[in-house]
């Protein structure tokens, strides 16, 4: 159906539409419609706007995807259908691999997601996936040159076992995650509690900027614990001011 | 997929995938797949629990139900895939006709959902729908002898519109929503911040024993605002212990 445009939530039911197309077009899993309900809902307490906590979050990331020796960014169904168009302008600023990693595997899916990422301008890595990390069932598939060797993996909108798995393995990981109670984003090395399209753009423009010394600087001693206590903290903030 | 059992999130992925596997089969709109996940991130704040104060309100609302002249609940796609054994009790208890209602309406959809009600041993209401209600497009749909000559509207799970319109209509309108700063949450005449559920069963039984004198004393000062609040409040609790 058509949305109407005089809805007070227009935008947030445009975009819920825009996700439901690209189920019935096999790029998102039914079940990811879900999970970014549950987004919407950490969004809302937000404000659906990037705190400063979170801006200076995503400074670090890119600070860390500069700094790293193999960077990876995972992208899953969500991800794709909702920024397809802000990835290649992120793996340029800081070369990482993009790789397709999807909790719920087809490998139709999978191939519709990598052709998407493509039209996009992305340069996506290819290989047949392996069980290489510590997890039951298809959850452990990733790719040798991909994920398995990164130092720093960039997961947005990610399962918090496999973010829990990147981690024992001595990975790096930065999570985007509007959930601050997630197992993902405690368990990441550092977590943007911010949304996804605001994300990455602002990701972007730091590593463009940043210079080697600041990238250092950055990512000498990361408190996790600070960013998300500080997602709370707005969070409380939109539940006590929400009824006036 | 096969959900992993070992995963810390069993319970609540499953009830994903039966939604999904509804949404296959036309139960579920797509986009009430992300409306579910909404519910679920404020249900994670409060401890996915039936608090003390939602506990009263689903009194109060067995009341309102008991005491009105034409109770109608309105069951929408997520209430019928979620709680469909769950509406004949209810009904039973309070007297009450169920009428499909649907944001996302196709004369499919309904049919397929009223058909699952009777599966269910729920007395559906029949008939044409009339645009009846003050909102733009199919959002006006509803029975005459249904919502539209309604007294109290048990809505769980609506659309902020519509029970703004019903409001204004004069009607009583009770909602089920685990958002307390949602629009609907704020117009209802009384709120229950519980998940469908766990809040259902509770409204039965407490139309089931709640006396006349108990009816019309729960009934005669609601203060919806007291319920949202402490609802917040217990979200905030939440948010404050989620990291500890």
Do not use: W
Not at 74 to 96: D, E, I
Not at 125 to 145: F, I, K, N, Y
Request: glycine share 6%; with cysteine; aromatic share 4%.
């Amino acid at each position: 159906m058509t949305i109407p445009e005089d809805h007070p939530r227009y935008r947030s039911l445009v975009t819920r539409e825009h996700l439901a197309a690209c189920a019935r077009s096999g790029i998102v899993a039914l079940e990811g419609l879900t999970a970014h309900g549950r987004g919407e809902a950490f969004d809302y307490l937000l404000g659906e706007r990037t705190t400063a906590s979170a801006a200076e979050a995503e400074r670090v990331a890119a600070a860390l995807l500069r700094r790293a020796q193999h960077p990876v960014i995972s992208v899953n169904g969500n991800t794709a259908a909702l920024a397809a168009p802000l990835l290649a302008p992120l793996q340029r600023a800081t070369g990482a691999f993009v790789e397709v990693n999807l909790f719920h595997r087809t490998e139709e899916r999978a191939n519709t997601i990598a052709a998407l990422l493509t039209q996009h301008g992305v340069a996506v890595l290819t290989g047949t996936p392996e069980r290489l990390l510590p997890l039951s069932h298809d959850r452990a598939l990733c790719l040798r040159d991909g994920i398995y060797s990164a130092d720093v993996v960039l997961v947005p909108l990610e399962d918090g076992d496999r973010c829990e798995a990147l981690r024992a393995m001595g990975k790096q990981v930065i999570a985007i995650d509007l959930n601050p109670l997630s197992r993902t984003a405690r368990a990441a090395t550092l977590t943007i509690v911010d949304e996804l399209t605001r994300a990455l753009p602002l990701i972007t423009r730091a590593a463009e900027t940043l210079s080697d010394e600041e990238c250092d600087y950055l990512t000498r001693s990361i408190d996790n614990r600070y960013f998300l206590k500080s997602a709370l903290e707005e969070m409380k903030q939109g539940l006590t001011h929400g009824l006036d």
